[in-house]
C-alpha cells in the first residue's frame, strides 16, 4: 500500500530547525564551541553584562547548566566574570576582545546559511512566515499565562 503523507506543520518546523542546526555545526566546528556556548556568546553580545540567571532565564536554560557553560568559556578565553556593584553575591558576565571576533566570524557564518536556506523565498512570504510564526508563539505564551 502506497500512501502519501504530507508533512505536518510541527514536522516540518522540527526539520528546518534541525537542518539550519547541522548545516551551522558544520561551519562553525572550527570554532570549537559548543551550539550552547554560541548561544550564550551571542546572546551576551546584545546585552553584555547581564547577570548568569538572567542570561539562563533568556536562553531558557538551568542555571546550573548556564554555570557549566559560562565556566567553559571563561577557561577558553570568552567570558569574564564581574562582580556585580550593586550586589556583592552577584556576577557581571562580560564578553572578552577574542569573544567579540568570533561572534562577528558566528554572524557570518549564520547569515549566510539563512539566504541559503531563504533562496527562491520572497520577501513578502518570509515576512508574512515571521508573523504567522510570531502569533502563534504569542498564542502558545498565552496559553501559559492562562495556565491552560
Do not use: C
Not at 500500500?1 to 561551519?27: C, E
Not at 536562553?59 to 557553560?69: D, F, N, Q, T, W
Not at 567553559?72 to 569574564?80: C, D, N, S, T, Y
Request: hydrophobic share 40%; charged share 30%.
Amino acid at each position: 500500500m502506497n500512501t502519501t503523507h504530507k508533512p505536518t506543520f510541527g514536522f516540518l518546523v522540527t526539520d528546518v530547525t534541525r537542518l539550519m542546526r547541522k548545516h551551522f555545526d558544520r561551519r562553525a566546528v572550527r570554532f570549537n564551541l559548543t551550539r550552547a556556548q554560541w548561544r550564550a556568546l551571542k546572546r551576551l553580545s546584545h546585552d553584555e553584562g547581564m547577570r548568569q540567571n538572567e542570561l539562563a532565564e533568556q536562553l531558557e536554560m538551568e542555571p546550573i547548566a548556564i554555570g557549566r557553560v559560562i565556566d567553559r568559556l571563561q577557561k577558553a578565553g570568552f567570558v569574564e566574570r564581574r562582580a556585580d556593584p550593586a550586589d556583592r553575591r552577584a556576577w557581571r558576565l562580560h564578553l572578552t576582545p577574542r569573544a567579540h571576533g568570533v561572534v562577528g566570524d558566528m554572524e557570518q557564518i549564520s547569515g549566510e546559511l539563512y539566504r541559503q536556506a531563504q533562496r527562491g523565498i520572497s520577501t513578502a512570504d518570509l515576512k508574512a512566515m515571521m508573523g504567522v510564526l510570531a502569533r502563534m508563539k504569542d498564542n502558545l505564551n498565552a496559553l501559559d499565562e492562562s495556565g491552560a
